[in-house]
């Protein structure tokens, strides 16, 4: 494919990708709010600009740090974070205010990006992990402002499935931009092997572990009011499907499950579709929303958002969702940085590496399936002395990974 093709395609798909967004705004009006941001019609900024995008809530979480210093050492830059979730959008505006402006990603069209680029004109755009769009990239470079691609990850996976389907797109985008700055030296080989010039590389390190996640003191307070002092076992960052293969085998399971199941699914419009979920399996529910206490509750639902790492403070084990499908896991880390036990799914391609390093540090536990998840559940709850050393192994390994932000920082300075 080429990228003619790619945006033929992609013009004969943008009534769809329009009409999806209005479908999700059913469960989600905030997706129908500023849809004329994503079609290129945003307010002119007048002023030096440094563009980063964060696609939602986890890639903005990951970047604050860089944000953050973003901020300190360009002061005469104004920071423009994009996102494609309005939970991402929430999430930022919780977090900076207005110190920070945010605009919706645009639809990757010619005409659209071009539109978007010159109303922003930004010094400098920085993209994260896997954002490789053919069309903002080209126009960025015919523009001659420098595109950078950080914390890019690329799994085996991914890099068969560009290799069979889009290797010539591919290759010619990644020429095009300025840098790129990967996770760990795997994904650096491989986006390499993908077409991308050894000169343009560098294994910078991942942000995720310049974060500071701290728990916000309020949320923690009102959330331990309600869970009071029982044992806790989050089930983080759930998809459509886990819920119930979880629910499935809790309802078979034979060992002790005195403890408090607390659901935070990934996406909000989700909520009252698990809440329903759970009652089906004849379990009282209580919603954080609305709970003034869970002690008699089987489950505690996390309908809240910007809440999640008060939810890892409270708890005794973290199982990390998006794992037990086919989404490739979510960020570990988080709760790694609370010293808190891991659990995690078959499926964690999106963490590969972390993930295996974690299990080498003896840090976490991987399980087949929901049933193995109950029968691991259980015996960590039984061995005190496992469960601290999981937790002891976990805080080290986060802290021995820091410095990409450093190291970030000054090859985005002297590349401005």
């Known amino acids: 494919m080429n990228r003619t093709l790619y945006s033929l395609v992609g013009y004969l798909l943008l009534p769809l990708l329009i009409i999806r967004l209005f479908i999700k705004s059913i469960k989600a009006p905030a997706y129908r709010e500023r849809m004329l941001e994503r079609l290129g019609f945003v307010q002119k900024i007048d002023t030096p600009v440094i563009w980063i995008h964060c696609v939602s809530v986890g890639e903005f979480r990951a970047a604050i740090t860089l944000i953050d210093t973003l901020i300190k050492q360009h002061s005469q830059h104004q920071i423009l974070v994009t996102t494609t979730t309005p939970t991402g959008s929430s999430a930022l505006k919780q977090h900076y205010g207005e110190r920070v402006l945010h605009y919706y990603f645009p639809f990757d069209q010619s005409l659209i990006v071009k ?5 922003i004109n930004p010094d400098l755009c920085i993209l994260m992990e896997t954002e490789i769009w053919p ?5 960025l470079k015919q523009y001659n402002t420098p595109s950078i691609l950080i914390n890019a990850r690329l799994s085996e996976r991914s890099l068969e499935k560009y290799q069979k389907f889009t290797a010539n797109l591919v290759k010619q985008t990644l020429n095009k931009l300025t840098l790129v700055a990967t996770q760990n030296q795997n994904s650096a080989d491989r986006f390499i092997q993908l077409g991308a ?3 343009k590389v560098v294994n910078a390190g991942n942000i995720k572990f310049d974060q500071n996640p701290k728990s916000d003191s309020l949320a923690t307070t009102a959330i331990g009011k309600i869970t009071q002092a029982r044992t806790v076992v989050t089930f983080a960052s759930t998809h459509e499907g886990e819920e119930k293969t979880i629910l499935q085998s809790l309802s078979t399971f034979k060992g ?3 403890f ?17 979920l759970i009652k089906s399996y004849d ?6 929303s609305a ?18 790492m008060s939810y890892f403070e409270l708890s005794d084990i973290v199982f990390m969702g998006g794992s037990l499908n086919d989404t490739g896991g979510h960020n570990m880390l988080e709760p790694a940085a609370l010293s808190k036990p891991i659990i995690f799914g078959p499926t964690v391609f999106n963490f590969a590496e972390i993930s295996a390093d974690l299990l080498e540090q003896k840090a976490s536990i991987q399980v087949n399936n929901a049933d193995e998840l109950f029968e691991q559940i259980a015996q960590l709850l039984a061995d005190k002395k496992q469960l601290k050393s999981l937790s002891v192994n976990a805080k080290q390994y986060f802290d021995s990974q820091q410095g990409a932000v450093n190291r970030l920082s000054k090859l985005i300075a002297e590349i401005i």
């Open 115 to 119: 539109r978007y680029i010159k109303r």
């Open 135 to 139: 069309n903002l990239i080209h126009a």
């Open 197 to 199: 010039p050894k000169n």
């Open 256 to 258: 002790k499950t005195d």
């Open 260 to 276: 408090l199941l607390v659901f935070v699914p990934r996406h909000p419009e989700r909520f009252n579709q698990v809440e329903k």
């Open 283 to 288: 379990l009282t529910v209580e919603r954080r």
């Open 291 to 308: 709970a003034r206490s869970a002690t008699q509750a089987d489950v505690l639902l996390g309908d809240s958002m910007g809440e999640m």
